[in-house]
């Protein structure tokens, strides 16, 4: 069975500095990885996956995440945070089945980041 | 660029109640699902769609939770008796395949008094 873990409920990080959100996760296969965004009454956005590849994916809003199998992580990074980055944070994996035909996301708690002036 | 949407965005009702949400997905998406939120905490899965029928459902899916394509368009998720403990924002989502990411709908805040 698929899994994800978000260490953190809470994230604190200062305007300007580098933030990290932490993701690991476990399936037993290759994972397909992702993660969303969520501002307050609204929808999941899409950020960024990796499906295969290069490890570093870049996303929205100078989002990026690295894939590392061998610690099963794909933690999502910022060089520079926001105030308007502050939101919840998925981090969601998922498997295709060998017969191909459910794809069935994993979401993670969330992490609320939050991004002080 | 093409959205997820979702009706009524705020539904009010009576414990006991039947109530349907409405989805209206991406229209070349092939994967439809339905994911519940409690006060802005884990997302939940509640029930997978594909090829007109559920592909997987959780323990939470249970018999009062229906779900419909009825017109192929539409996308509704029909609770017949709720409870209090419904109450949640419920979230339908879209995907077109398993390389690409799910589009989800604004939710639809559903409070059971």
């Known amino acids: 069975a698929q899994s994800v873990a978000q260490p953190e409920d809470q994230v604190n990080v200062a305007e300007g500095n580098p933030l990290t959100v932490k993701c690991t996760y476990s399936?037993?296969?290759?994972?397909?990885l992702f993660w969303y965004v969520q501002y307050p009454n609204r929808g999941l956005q899409f950020l960024l996956k990796?499906?295969?590849?290069?490890?570093l994916v870049k996303g929205s809003y100078g989002f990026e995440a690295e894939f590392n199998k061998s610690q099963t992580s794909f933690h999502l990074k910022k060089p520079s945070a926001l105030v308007s980055d502050s939101a919840l944070y998925f981090c969601?994996?998922?498997?295709?089945?060998?017969?191909?035909?459910?794809?069935?996301?994993?979401f993670g708690r969330g992490t609320s980041l939050i991004v002080h002036p | 660029e093409p959205e997820v949407t979702q009706t009524p965005s705020h539904q009010v009702t009576q414990m006991g109640q039947e109530v349907i949400l409405r989805c209206v997905p991406i229209?070349?998406?092939?994967?439809f699902y339905w994911y519940r939120q409690i006060l802005g905490q884990k997302v939940e899965f509640l029930v997978s769609f594909y090829n007109n029928e559920i592909s997987e459902k959780s323990e939470i899916f249970d018999d009062q939770f229906s779900v419909e394509r009825p017109d192929g368009s539409n996308f509704t998720l029909k609770i017949r008796s709720t409870k209090l403990e419904d109450s949640a924002m419920y979230f339908c989502a879209s995907l077109r395949d398993s390389y690409n990411e799910q589009f989800f709908g604004p939710g639809t805040r559903l409070t059971v008094l």
């Open positions: 990796y499906i295969t590849g290069d490890n």
């Open positions: 229209s070349n998406h092939l994967y």
């Open positions: 969601a994996v998922t498997e295709p089945h060998a017969s191909g035909g459910s794809y069935i996301p994993t």
């Open positions: 399936v037993s296969g290759n994972p397909y």
